[in-house]
């Protein structure tokens, strides 16, 4: 279980011309490694992220995940590629606000085949009881504090087993105890997972949680552990 990134560019056209943003980003992450990218609003963090979540393609320069291109598949595939390997959590939770919070963790499931909804229905209950919320299955997110519907969101993020875990500011919108606690909680299930855990932070807090920092700076990332 392999991430790789070399040379990556990527540059947004704008009115006035090619804006470069990610100019030769180099990354290496294996199982088990947990990086936490830090560096200023603006400087790209969102926009690696994205593209490492193949939910954005580069403008040169690569990305494989376990020795495959994402972005040399067929979008369909590309698709089914993303839902199966990558998992995401974002700063606002992106929950649906009508479902449940089991149903919330099963979303991804519904448009990935290949496992038996009991199956999915079973670890999906698991992982809200590992995540703190096994008394909350029937709650709507409205009916939740912003500390767990993170919870919710990290748990969907797990139910298909991805191998790549990324986190945009996931706990940007909570205050100072709640998001230690999310954080814990992300390093905590990525270890018992193995995942490639990437996640975005502006918070000095956060990313001392982790093991390995980068710094986003000039479009690329410089190691600051
Ligand atoms: P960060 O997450 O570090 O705050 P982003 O990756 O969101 O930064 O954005 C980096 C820069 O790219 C910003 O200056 C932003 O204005 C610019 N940018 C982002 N998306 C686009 C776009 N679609 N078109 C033009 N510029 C963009
Ligand atoms: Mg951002």
């Not at 980003?25 to 200023?40: F, H, I, K």
């Not at 939740?144 to 990290?154: D, H, I, K, P, Y």
Request: charged letters at 20%; one cysteine or more; a neutral charge.
């Amino acid at each position: 279980m392999s991430l790789a990134v070399r040379a990556l560019s990527k540059e947004y056209p704008t009115r006035s011309g090619p804006l470069p943003i990610l100019r030769g980003v180099n990354l290496a992450l294996g199982r088990g490694d947990a990086l936490a990218v830090m560096g200023p609003s603006g400087s790209g963090k969102s926009t690696l992220l994205h593209i490492l979540g193949t939910l954005d393609t580069p403008s040169s320069g690569g990305v494989t995940l376990d020795g495959t291109d994402p972005f040399a598949l067929p979008e369909a595939e590309l698709a089914a590629f993303r839902n199966r390997r990558i998992g995401f959590v974002f700063q606002d939770h992106h929950l649906l606000p009508q479902c449940s919070v089991l149903e919330n963790v099963l979303v991804p499931t519904l448009v990935s085949r290949g496992t038996a909804p009991a199956v999915t229905d079973g670890y999906a209950r698991q992982l809200l009881e590992r995540v703190g919320l096994a008394g909350r299955l029937d709650h709507r997110p409205a009916e939740l504090s912003g500390g767990e519907r993170q919870r919710v969101a990290v748990a969907r993020a797990l139910v298909l087993k991805p191998m790549l875990l990324l986190a945009d500011e996931p706990t940007g919108n909570l205050d100072r105890k709640t998001a230690q606690a999310v954080g814990e909680l992300l390093l905590e299930l990525h270890g018992q997972e193995n995942t490639i855990l990437v996640v975005v932070t502006h918070s000095p807090d956060l990313a001392r949680l982790f093991p390995r920092r980068a710094e986003m700076a000039d479009g690329a990332l410089v190691d600051a552990t």
